[in-house]
């Protein structure tokens, strides 16, 4: 199997859904969380391995079984991914910055901030380690850099500038947060589903399964996530 569609695009511009829509249309989409389907955690591991060491990476083993990529891993990955999969299509869900960031200030970013840090060994270790360091490239947790919203929004506009550089125009389609099919099945020459484009992983979905309501605190998301939200 290789990899068909990667998915630049950050997290929280609608990765959930666009990776629904893709298993959709028939490709079988790797998001984040469903490391976490894989009870052995060996997908974790090959995960955080690929991550600590990009240049011997063997991404067939680490996306064995998928055909498209999306979600943080890809966003950081897309590149590497690319030089391998060169006839690869690449997709970069967007959506304004202030949405964004404001999305990010009150799911993400409390979450990984508050969560608890294992030790190796543990079963989310790795998980919990990918997450917090690809995440931004670590900025998830470094409050100087995350609360700097000017240095954000540089951050968020570097990335969608250098995808665009990168990634020969013929190969890329950007899509906006908020638009449907046409355009995304027309660049990958698919027909449009009857069914709406999907629509998940909202801030307030988002708060309910991971953050307690009396104080704001989050949980620890790893426990609760499972196969059938991932
Ligand atoms: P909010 O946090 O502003 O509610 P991701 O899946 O990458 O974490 O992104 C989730 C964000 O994308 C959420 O934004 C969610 O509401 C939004 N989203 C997902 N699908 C959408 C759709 N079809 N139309 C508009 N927004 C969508």
């Not at 670590?138 to 995808?163: A, R």
């Not at 906006?176 to 020459?189: Q, S, T």
């Amino acid at each position: 199997m290789a990899i068909e569609v990667i998915g630049a695009g950050l997290g929280r511009t609608g990765t959930s859904s666009f990776c629904e829509a893709l298993d959709i249309l028939g490709y079988k989409c790797h998001h984040m969380k469903r490391c976490l389907t894989d009870p052995t955690n060996q997908s974790s591991k090959r995960f955080y391995n690929a991550f600590l060491n990009k240049s011997e990476a063997n991404w067939d083993e680490v996306y064995e079984g998928y055909t498209a990529a999306a979600d943080w891993t890809a966003a950081h990955f897309y590149k590497d991914l690319l030089a391998r999969y060169p006839n690869a299509k690449v997709i970069l869900t967007e959506r304004p910055f202030e949405d964004w960031y404001k999305s990010m200030k009150n799911t993400i970013y409390p979450v990984i901030r508050n969560g608890p840090k294992h030790q190796p060994g543990h079963p989310h270790y790795e998980f919990r380690e990918l997450n917090r360091q690809i995440i931004l490239d670590g900025y998830i947790e470094d409050d100087e850099k995350f609360l700097d919203e000017e240095l954000m929004h540089k951050y968020y506009d570097n990335h969608i500038k250098q995808v665009k550089e990168v990634v020969p125009a013929n190969q890329l389609y950007v899509f906006k947060l908020g638009e449907g099919w046409e355009g995304l099945c027309e660049f990958l020459g698919k027909s449009v589903p009857e069914e709406p484009y999907p629509n998940t992983n909202s801030t307030a979905h988002f708060q309910q399964r991971f953050m307690k309501k009396s104080n704001e605190t989050p949980t620890d998301p790893v426990p609760e996530l499972n196969v059938g939200d991932a």
